[in-house]
């Protein structure tokens, strides 16, 4: 019985929103969401009121089931999905929006330039170059 204990068969594939075609994990790390109240618990993770009261008095509640990972579309270029697992197993999926990207630890809003970079030098890397580049044998 070959492929018997084979897990690749239970791989879950994504597809662009705008396009339907296949989208290819880019290799990023997962950015797990995080919770602070006890209304946010509740909603996100479906505990009753008790457990997410008592969720919300130990501090910020980080939600092992939702994160924040980056795709790469062939035609629409680098997108950042957030991925819901249910009980079940199975993963859903839709594109972060910025409310998502403030319960993320530890990370930056990638639509938003870096606050440390000057303009000067952010204007200059999204700039075009004047010369080709091309190699001489």
Known sequence: MPGKRSSRKQIQHFCCPYCDRRLWRAGSTKHFLFYTEAAQIRQYVNVSHKSAALLASQGAYVDRNTWIEEFFCGEHGKMWLKLNRNSSG????????????????????????????????????????????????
């Open 90 to 137: 199975q993963l859903t999926s839709q594109i972060a929006v910025s409310k998502d990207w403030q319960q993320t630890t530890r990370t930056i809003n990638p639509e938003v330039p870096n606050p440390s970079v000057s303009e000067f030098s952010y204007r200059m890397s999204r700039a075009p170059s004047g010369r080709l580049s091309y190699c001489r044998r």
